[in-house]
């Protein structure tokens, strides 16, 4: 999950190689918004971007455990995820939600959770919200980040 403004640059930035991607948000209603979960119910999307709030509604979640248990879901990606620490307590609480949501509808699923600017304090704490476990975390860095000059 990222957030739209990063969504948006990220859009931007890449090469579209993926089959079908979609997203799902507040913006996206009726027809529009059931064609989408149509597609994620067939298997026929290859990614789908949700925001953390997106993950709390229960009629997506209803959604999820359906294709969950249809085996349509191979993985479960939280992008961003130092937002979880450095905004989740404050600004945006259903970050703090996400560990339970991932385990109560599929434990059995892989949770991969990226970041390039987590210090070791925030995995830390990423670990203890998402329930990860302190030796499946990766973690390196080789050099410090390098100033841009224009």
């Not at 919200?129 to 224009?150: D, G, P, W």
Request: glycine share 4%.
């Amino acid at each position: 999950m990222i957030l739209y403004s990063d969504r948006d640059d990220h859009y931007s930035q890449r090469v579209r190689i993926v089959l079908a991607e979609k997203d799902i948000s507040a913006e996206i209603k009726g027809k529009e918004r059931d064609s989408v979960v149509a597609k994620l119910k067939k298997g026929r999307l290859n990614f789908l971007f949700v925001s953390p709030e997106q993950m709390q509604r229960q009629e997506f979640r209803d959604h999820l455990v359906e294709v969950v248990t249809a085996s349509l879901i191979s993985s479960f990606v939280v992008d961003e995820v130092h937002c979880l620490s450095e905004w989740g307590h404050d600004f945006r609480t259903s970050y703090l939600t996400l560990g339970n949501t991932f385990r109560k509808i599929g434990a059995q699923i892989p949770l991969l959770s990226l970041t390039a600017t987590a210090s070791p304090r925030v995995l830390q704490n990423i670990a203890t919200e998402l329930q990860i476990e302190r030796n499946a975390i990766c973690y390196h860095m080789n050099k410090s980040l390098v100033t841009k000059k224009f």
